[in-house]
């Protein structure tokens, strides 16, 4: 893979995830939350910075980590002082994480009956590679291959974990395997997950991504279709 290749990638998932944050470009239009619901008035003050400084670092530092490459002196400050002012509130609220209380029963979902023909029917709009969608018993996997502007070929990966309370995983990979090489777009990546974790910062169920138990409500899959087909946008020069 050439240098140049990689920065048009590395170029590429910067613009991406701040249109993703932003509902901005190839995102516009589609019903999910941004992780910018944790850039608050709060949470600016408490961090001495100013709620657009708070998205800005939210943004950036996910797009450092994302593309391999170190954050800057001003993010990477913000970052640190967000840090310590959700350490400093946790210890004046008390807050711990709730524990889960789930039993076996809602631990599963039978929607995958419905779910699986549901997404194979949008196969034909998703303009992926050799598509399928595969049910093994406690996964529900739609999965594809495209090849992007750059000449790589990316896999995708969407998952409905029936057996886990519907939980909804989403990757791109790219065919990267050093240290610092942006290998894989994730949902993680994409809800601030790992971010979220590093700040130790309460629970947020609205970015959760969950598939719903009754067929009645495809909402959140319709949402990650969607995203799916914007990413596909962005990645593919000629998509349609």
Same mark, same amino acid.
């Given at each position: 893979?050439?240098?140049?290749?990689?920065?048009?990638?590395?170029?590429?998932?910067?613009? =991406?995830?701040?249109?993703?944050?932003?509902?901005?470009?190839?995102? +516009?239009?589609? #019903?999910?939350?941004?992780?910018?619901?944790?850039?608050?008035?709060?949470?600016?003050?408490? &961090?001495?910075?100013?709620?657009?400084?708070?998205?800005?670092?939210?943004?950036?530092?996910? #797009?450092?980590?994302?593309?391999?490459?170190?954050?800057?002196?001003? @993010? /990477?400050?913000?970052?640190?002082?967000?840090?310590?002012?959700?350490? #400093?509130?946790?210890?004046? %609220?008390?807050?711990?994480?709730? *524990?889960?209380?789930? $039993?076996? @029963? !809602?631990?599963?979902?039978?929607?995958?009956?419905?779910?699986?023909?549901?997404?194979?029917?949008?196969?034909? +709009?998703? @303009?992926?590679?050799?598509? $399928?969608?595969?049910?093994?018993? &406690?996964?529900?996997?739609?999965?594809?291959?495209?090849? !992007?502007?750059?000449?790589? /070929?990316?896999?995708?990966?969407? +998952? %409905?974990? $029936?057996?886990?309370?519907?939980?909804?995983? =989403?990757?791109?990979?790219?065919?990267?395997?050093?240290?610092?090489?942006?290998?894989?777009?994730?949902?993680?990546? =994409?809800?601030?997950?790992?971010? /979220?974790?590093?700040?130790?910062?309460?629970?947020?169920?609205? =970015?959760?991504?969950?598939? *719903?138990?009754?067929?009645? @409500?495809?909402?959140?899959?319709?949402?990650?279709?969607?995203?799916i087909r914007a990413i596909s946008q962005y990645l593919i020069p000629t998509w349609h």
């Amino acid at each position: 893979m050439t240098d140049a290749r990689m920065q048009g990638l590395r170029d590429l998932l910067a613009a =991406l995830l701040r249109d993703f944050d932003s509902h901005g470009g190839g995102f +516009s239009g589609i #019903s999910y939350n941004s992780p910018w619901l944790m850039a608050t008035d709060f949470w600016a003050k408490r &961090s001495g910075c100013f709620v657009d400084e708070l998205k800005e670092m939210i943004t950036k530092m996910r #797009s450092a980590d994302l593309c391999g490459i170190k954050p800057d002196n001003k @993010n /990477r400050e913000i970052f640190e002082n967000f840090k310590k002012a959700v350490e #400093s509130w946790r210890l004046e %609220v008390d807050y711990s994480t709730s *524990p889960l209380r789930l $039993t076996s @029963n !809602d631990m599963k979902i039978s929607n995958y009956r419905h779910l699986k023909p549901y997404i194979f029917n949008t196969i034909p +709009s998703m @303009n992926l590679d050799h598509p $399928t969608v595969e049910f093994d018993g &406690s996964d529900l996997v739609f999965s594809g291959f495209l090849n !992007d502007r750059f000449g790589h /070929r990316v896999s995708m990966r969407m +998952s %409905v974990k $029936t057996r886990y309370g519907g939980k909804i995983w =989403l990757s791109f990979r790219f065919p990267y395997f050093g240290q610092g090489e942006p290998a894989l777009l994730t949902h993680n990546d =994409l809800t601030a997950l790992t971010l /979220r974790n590093q700040v130790n910062f309460p629970e947020i169920p609205e =970015l959760d991504w969950i598939a *719903p138990r009754e067929h009645t @409500n495809s909402d959140i899959i319709d949402s990650v279709l969607g995203i799916i087909r914007a990413i596909s946008q962005y990645l593919i020069p000629t998509w349609h």
